[in-house]
């Protein structure tokens, strides 16, 4: 396993663009390591961003890399939607199964709950039912999640460091552990 956590953070001010520029020779250079040290089933996890174009660029400068095992991180999207239920419905999140992330880490993802569901005493509730405010999931819960990294960054005056470390162990340890088998989400290495 490789988790590729190099790349340049995103900075106050920063457009993605130029994350991306600084981000393309590193990428390149991570690249050649893996086309020369892994072997070709090794499962790759992108970490920094923008994940998905640096997971393409790893893609097309290793490719002996099986292209299935190259993934990108959108576990930190995910544990945020998480906490925004949990903070909403007065539960854990442990009590929370199948809220789904579409498309890249930035303003245009999907924090996706229509089938996403709570455990509560009376057994598994739909979110959108429990939540019964179709206004907060569509407004303030998918602009809160997409926009909680520059919100970090704008108090912090840098990028959520710690948020994504724990982020990815958790995406690791559903990786080689696995997820329960309720979840739409599975993550099992055969």
Known sequence: ???MVGGFPRKEGMEWKDVMSKNVSIYKAQASALEQYAAP?????VVSNLANTNA???KEFAPSILEKNIICLIRLDHNRALGQISKMLNVHISNIKNVIIWGNHSSTQYPDVNHATVSTNAGQKYVKELIGD???????FITTVQQRGAAI???????????????TCDHIHDWVIG??????HTFNID
């Open 1 to 3: 396993m490789a988790v």
């Open 153 to 167: 960054i704008k108090a912090r005056k840098r990028s959520s460091a710690l948020s994504a470390a724990s982020s």
């Open 56 to 58: 393409l660029i790893l």
């Open 179 to 184: 997820t329960p088998k309720d979840c739409l």
């Open 134 to 140: 179709d206004k907060w999931l569509k407004m303030e």
């Open 41 to 45: 089933d090794c499962n790759v996890l």
